[in-house]
Protein backbone atom coordinates (compact mmCIF):
# COMPACT_ATOMS: atom_id res chain seq x y z
CA UNK A 1 0.00 0.00 0.00
CA UNK A 2 1.38 3.92 -0.73
CA UNK A 3 2.21 5.93 2.13
CA UNK A 4 1.44 9.59 2.50
CA UNK A 5 2.98 11.00 -0.81
CA UNK A 6 3.41 14.77 -1.13
CA UNK A 7 4.98 16.59 -4.05
CA UNK A 8 7.10 18.79 -4.86
CA UNK A 9 9.93 17.11 -2.76
CA UNK A 10 11.96 19.92 -3.47
CA UNK A 11 11.31 23.82 -4.65
CA UNK A 12 12.91 27.37 -4.67
CA UNK A 13 11.22 30.28 -4.46
CA UNK A 14 12.01 34.18 -4.12
CA UNK A 15 10.37 36.65 -1.75
CA UNK A 16 7.06 37.55 -2.47
CA UNK A 17 6.43 34.14 -4.44
CA UNK A 18 3.30 31.96 -3.92
CA UNK A 19 4.16 28.04 -3.27
CA UNK A 20 1.21 25.38 -3.47
CA UNK A 21 1.88 21.93 -1.90
CA UNK A 22 0.37 18.80 -2.08
CA UNK A 23 -0.46 16.14 -0.48
CA UNK A 24 -2.35 12.41 -1.02
CA UNK A 25 -2.94 10.51 2.35
CA UNK A 26 -2.78 6.44 2.83
CA UNK A 27 -5.95 5.01 1.63
CA UNK A 28 -9.05 5.09 3.99
CA UNK A 29 -7.58 8.44 6.07
CA UNK A 30 -9.76 10.92 5.89
CA UNK A 31 -7.47 13.56 8.14
CA UNK A 32 -4.82 15.15 7.17
CA UNK A 33 -2.29 17.50 8.69
CA UNK A 34 0.54 19.74 8.12
CA UNK A 35 3.38 20.65 9.63
CA UNK A 36 6.96 22.94 9.13
CA UNK A 37 9.62 22.07 10.33
CA UNK A 38 12.33 24.55 10.37
CA UNK A 39 16.27 22.80 10.29
CA UNK A 40 17.25 21.42 13.83
CA UNK A 41 13.55 21.69 15.53
CA UNK A 42 10.21 19.46 15.91
CA UNK A 43 7.53 19.67 13.32
CA UNK A 44 5.43 22.96 14.29
CA UNK A 45 1.78 22.23 13.44
CA UNK A 46 0.16 24.03 10.56
CA UNK A 47 -3.60 22.80 10.03
CA UNK A 48 -5.47 19.81 10.61
CA UNK A 49 -8.49 18.74 8.22
CA UNK A 50 -10.88 16.27 8.84
CA UNK A 51 -13.41 15.31 6.56
CA UNK A 52 -12.63 18.03 4.20
CA UNK A 53 -13.14 20.59 7.23
CA UNK A 54 -10.59 22.65 8.98
CA UNK A 55 -10.60 21.09 12.51
CA UNK A 56 -7.45 23.39 13.93
CA UNK A 57 -5.13 25.90 13.50
CA UNK A 58 -1.85 26.71 14.84
CA UNK A 59 0.06 29.86 15.20
CA UNK A 60 0.97 30.58 11.71
CA UNK A 61 -0.05 34.18 9.76
CA UNK A 62 -3.41 34.00 7.48
CA UNK A 63 -0.41 34.15 4.09
CA UNK A 64 -0.95 30.03 5.34
CA UNK A 65 -4.07 28.69 3.96
CA UNK A 66 -5.13 24.76 3.32
CA UNK A 67 -7.89 23.19 2.17
CA UNK A 68 -8.96 19.17 1.72
CA UNK A 69 -10.48 18.02 -1.25
CA UNK A 70 -13.16 15.08 -1.25
CA UNK A 71 -10.56 12.35 -2.30
CA UNK A 72 -9.14 13.48 0.94
CA UNK A 73 -5.64 14.81 -0.07
CA UNK A 74 -5.24 18.21 0.42
CA UNK A 75 -3.15 21.28 -0.53
CA UNK A 76 -1.11 23.90 1.86
CA UNK A 77 -0.64 27.27 -0.39
CA UNK A 78 1.22 29.98 1.48
CA UNK A 79 1.52 33.75 -0.11
CA UNK A 80 3.95 36.18 0.03
CA UNK A 81 6.88 34.03 0.84
CA UNK A 82 9.70 35.10 3.36
CA UNK A 83 13.01 33.93 3.80
CA UNK A 84 11.49 32.33 7.27
CA UNK A 85 9.28 30.19 5.20
CA UNK A 86 12.51 28.22 4.17
CA UNK A 87 11.69 24.93 6.04
CA UNK A 88 10.43 21.46 5.85
CA UNK A 89 6.72 21.10 5.05
CA UNK A 90 5.64 17.74 6.05
CA UNK A 91 2.40 16.25 5.73
CA UNK A 92 0.85 13.79 8.20
CA UNK A 93 -2.49 11.55 7.43
CA UNK A 94 -4.42 9.62 10.27
CA UNK A 95 -7.58 7.27 10.21
CA UNK A 96 -9.87 9.54 12.85
CA UNK A 97 -8.66 12.40 14.81
CA UNK A 98 -6.17 11.41 16.81
CA UNK A 99 -2.40 11.88 16.81
CA UNK A 100 -1.07 8.53 15.58
CA UNK A 101 0.53 10.26 12.39
CA UNK A 102 1.99 8.43 9.36
CA UNK A 103 4.39 11.20 7.77
CA UNK A 104 5.18 11.73 3.95
CA UNK A 105 8.76 12.26 2.63
CA UNK A 106 8.07 16.39 3.06
CA UNK A 107 8.36 18.82 0.87
CA UNK A 108 11.37 21.19 1.08
CA UNK A 109 11.16 24.84 0.41
CA UNK A 110 14.12 27.29 0.23
CA UNK A 111 12.90 30.54 -0.04
CA UNK A 112 15.98 33.35 -1.65
CA UNK B 1 0.87 26.17 27.71
CA UNK B 2 2.32 24.19 25.29
CA UNK B 3 5.56 22.74 25.54
CA UNK B 4 7.44 19.41 24.86
CA UNK B 5 11.43 19.61 26.42
CA UNK B 6 13.46 17.07 25.31
CA UNK B 7 17.43 17.06 25.80
CA UNK B 8 19.10 17.59 21.94
CA UNK B 9 21.76 14.93 22.60
CA UNK B 10 22.46 11.44 22.97
CA UNK B 11 25.64 9.59 21.96
CA UNK B 12 25.92 5.55 23.42
CA UNK B 13 28.39 2.53 21.87
CA UNK B 14 26.73 -0.18 20.17
CA UNK B 15 25.06 -2.43 22.17
CA UNK B 16 24.63 -0.46 25.19
CA UNK B 17 20.62 0.82 26.09
CA UNK B 18 20.21 4.13 25.32
CA UNK B 19 17.26 6.15 27.50
CA UNK B 20 15.46 9.43 25.93
CA UNK B 21 13.77 11.99 28.54
CA UNK B 22 11.18 14.04 27.38
CA UNK B 23 8.91 16.05 29.40
CA UNK B 24 5.30 17.69 28.99
CA UNK B 25 3.21 20.02 29.76
CA UNK B 26 -0.31 19.45 28.60
CA UNK B 27 -1.69 17.29 31.91
CA UNK B 28 -5.07 16.30 30.13
CA UNK B 29 -3.09 14.67 27.20
CA UNK B 30 -4.34 11.32 26.75
CA UNK B 31 -1.82 9.79 24.00
CA UNK B 32 2.19 10.38 24.16
CA UNK B 33 4.07 9.31 21.44
CA UNK B 34 8.01 8.59 20.24
CA UNK B 35 8.58 9.07 16.74
CA UNK B 36 11.81 8.56 14.83
CA UNK B 37 13.21 11.16 11.93
CA UNK B 38 16.10 9.66 9.97
CA UNK B 39 18.26 11.83 7.64
CA UNK B 40 16.21 13.64 4.68
CA UNK B 41 12.95 11.64 5.98
CA UNK B 42 9.32 12.19 7.25
CA UNK B 43 8.48 11.10 10.83
CA UNK B 44 8.12 7.63 11.81
CA UNK B 45 5.82 6.63 14.95
CA UNK B 46 7.49 4.10 16.78
CA UNK B 47 5.23 3.67 19.48
CA UNK B 48 2.94 5.16 21.84
CA UNK B 49 1.35 5.01 25.66
CA UNK B 50 -2.11 5.66 26.83
CA UNK B 51 -1.85 7.91 29.98
CA UNK B 52 -3.08 5.73 32.43
CA UNK B 53 -0.61 3.39 31.72
CA UNK B 54 3.05 3.53 33.45
CA UNK B 55 4.98 1.44 31.25
CA UNK B 56 4.74 -0.14 27.81
CA UNK B 57 7.34 -2.54 26.11
CA UNK B 58 7.36 -3.47 22.77
CA UNK B 59 10.87 -5.35 21.54
CA UNK B 60 13.60 -3.38 22.01
CA UNK B 61 11.10 -0.30 23.13
CA UNK B 62 10.33 0.68 26.70
CA UNK B 63 8.12 3.61 27.20
CA UNK B 64 7.92 4.83 30.48
CA UNK B 65 5.41 7.12 32.23
CA UNK B 66 5.47 9.36 35.31
CA UNK B 67 2.38 11.69 34.96
CA UNK B 68 2.84 13.07 38.45
CA UNK B 69 6.01 14.55 37.21
CA UNK B 70 4.92 14.73 33.60
CA UNK B 71 7.81 12.87 32.56
CA UNK B 72 8.20 10.52 29.78
CA UNK B 73 11.04 8.32 28.59
CA UNK B 74 12.06 5.89 25.74
CA UNK B 75 14.53 3.39 26.49
CA UNK B 76 16.21 1.39 23.50
CA UNK B 77 17.68 -1.90 24.29
CA UNK B 78 20.90 -3.30 22.28
CA UNK B 79 20.98 0.33 20.61
CA UNK B 80 22.69 -0.80 17.03
CA UNK B 81 24.31 1.96 14.73
CA UNK B 82 20.57 2.17 12.68
CA UNK B 83 19.23 3.50 15.56
CA UNK B 84 20.99 6.87 14.91
CA UNK B 85 18.26 9.39 14.37
CA UNK B 86 16.30 11.80 15.75
CA UNK B 87 14.01 11.35 18.35
CA UNK B 88 10.55 13.04 18.93
CA UNK B 89 8.95 12.84 21.82
CA UNK B 90 4.98 14.63 21.33
CA UNK B 91 1.66 14.82 22.92
CA UNK B 92 -1.39 14.98 21.69
CA UNK B 93 -3.51 18.59 22.61
CA UNK B 94 -6.27 18.84 24.70
CA UNK B 95 -9.10 18.48 21.56
CA UNK B 96 -7.48 16.19 20.08
CA UNK B 97 -6.82 18.11 16.54
CA UNK B 98 -3.02 18.88 17.04
CA UNK B 99 0.05 16.93 18.22
CA UNK B 100 2.78 19.14 19.97
CA UNK B 101 6.63 17.76 19.15
CA UNK B 102 9.69 18.36 21.09
CA UNK B 103 12.79 19.89 19.60
CA UNK B 104 14.34 16.27 18.97
CA UNK B 105 16.77 14.37 20.61
CA UNK B 106 19.63 13.62 18.18
CA UNK B 107 20.79 9.93 19.22
CA UNK B 108 24.55 8.69 18.00
CA UNK B 109 25.70 5.55 18.17
CA UNK B 110 28.96 5.00 18.17
CA UNK B 111 30.46 1.01 16.61
Redesign the interface.
Known sequence: DAG?TQSPTHLIKTRGQHVTLRCSPISGHKSV?W?QQVL??????IF?Y?EKEE??R?NFPDRFSARQFPNYSSELNVNALLLGDSALY?C?SSKG??????????SRLTVL | GEDVEQSLFLSVREGDSSVINCTYTDSSSTYLYWYKQEPGAGLQLLTYIFSNMDMKQDQRLTVLLNKKDKHLSLRIADTQTGDSAIYFCAEIYTGGFKTIFGAGTRLFVKA
Open positions: VSYGQGPQFQYRGGLANTGELFFGEG
